[in-house]
């Protein structure tokens, strides 16, 4: 396989690497079939001094086996990738690490419940680009926005999810590597769109202690 993806560091993104493999060599055998066709046509037809143009109007025929050919790999690619979405979207692992994400123009504002787990609290901790977890620990990701549509993405995580002003989208994930990790918003959303960028800091359990620790000490 190709090794130009960023780094996975997600426990689903694997899964979601070999289905993009997959459409991206059917897409490769596609066009170099697309490719080698209109090659063969310039070459065989042509410009030849006394040769007439001939025109038709199309192959019923053909185009019936090409629009079906093209529906049922569709349909097979659905129901390949259906329990890999079904996991990642309709599922929710238990957590008791939650983080609310509020995309606004133009940066991300993370928001932590604090020691007692409840958000609007005097405990909360608010800070912007940076979402604090521990390695090896599902989170959860409650994606709101201030003004128009954002899109939380985290390239490493294999995690795309859009902030929609007005609703309140779970994500999750569970990072395996400590690091830190680029969170760009992936949906043009103003003139300050591609400035719009936040981090993921992923702690070792020691190292995320001490960060909860620093960040509420009195608890």
């Known amino acids: 396989m190709l090794d130009w993806l960023p780094p996975n560091v997600s426990t689903f993104g694997g899964d979601i690497d070999k289905f993009f493999y997959v459409i991206y060599y059917i897409t490769l055998v596609v066009f170099v079939l697309v490719a080698a066709t209109m090659v063969y046509f310039l070459i065989k037809y042509r410009y030849k001094e006394g040769r007439k143009a001939k025109y038709y109007h ?37 957590s008791n690490i939650v983080v609310q994400v509020t995309g606004k123009q133009f940066n991300w504002e993370m928001l932590y419940p604090g020691p007692d787990g409840i958000f ?23 994606l709101k926005s201030e003004d128009v ?4 993405f985290v390239p490493s995580l294999r995690l795309k999810q859009d902030a929609v002003p007005g609703r309140e989208i779970t994500a999750w ?16 959303c103003g003139f ?24 509420w000490p009195e608890s």
């Open 149 to 152: 549509i954002h899109s939380f």
């Open 173 to 188: 994930f569970e990072a395996s590597e400590p690091g830190k990790y680029e969170i760009p918003c992936a949906e043009l």
């Open 120 to 142: 609007g609290t005097e405990d909360d901790y608010r800070i912007d680009n940076q979402l604090h977890v521990p390695e090896d620990r599902v989170v959860h990701v409650v």
């Open 58 to 94: 199309g192959n019923n025929t053909l185009e019936i086996i090409w629009t079906s050919a093209t529906f049922i790999a569709m349909i097979v690619l659905a129901l390949v990738s259906r329990p890999v979405w079904s996991h990642i979207k309709q599922e929710l692992p238990i």
């Open 192 to 215: 300050g769109h591609s400035g719009m960028l936040g981090y993921l800091y992923v702690h070792t359990a020691d190292d995320y202690e001490n960060w909860v620790k620093q960040t």
